[in-house]
């Protein structure tokens, strides 16, 4: 009976220890509750992964790096593409609305993805 409860003890920890909490400018992706966000998907500068800059009417200007997507442990969360990233939106409640490209001077061309929470 005691190998059974601390079998099941450590199960739970390891499970709950396994939870993420994925957060944006110290908000957790859960607790947003703002009808549109809009974000884009860019590669780091080493390894093949994304990462995810959004933008729900918070005040990023100061610190670029709040608007980066967060794992639990503050570090960034990677992602395999912008559509990954819309993916995991889905369970949040949002679902996408738009996509658009913007331009700069160098010829650079960002594709940014607007997203509406559903009803």
């Given amino acids: 009976m ?18 993420s909490a994925q957060t944006i400018n110290g ?15 860019f590669k780091q500068s080493f390894g093949g992964k994304m990462l ?12 670029r790096q709040a608007a980066i997507v967060k794992d639990e442990r503050g570090k960034n969360m990677e992602f395999n ?8 939106m889905k369970a949040y409640g949002y679902e996408l609305l738009q996509a658009h ?8 061309v960002t594709k940014y993805y607007i997203l509406k929470r559903k009803n």
């Fill in 27 to 41: 908000v957790n992706l859960a607790d947003l509750k703002e009808e549109y966000i809009e974000f884009h998907a």
């Fill in 52 to 63: 995810i800059w959004l933008e729900y009417g918070q005040k990023v200007h100061d610190d």
């Fill in 2 to 19: 005691k190998r059974t409860i601390l079998l099941a003890t450590m199960f739970a920890c390891f499970a709950f220890g396994k939870a």
């Fill in 101 to 108: 490209t913007v331009s700069s001077r160098e010829d650079n």
């Fill in 81 to 88: 593409s912008a559509v990954d990233f819309i993916n995991k």
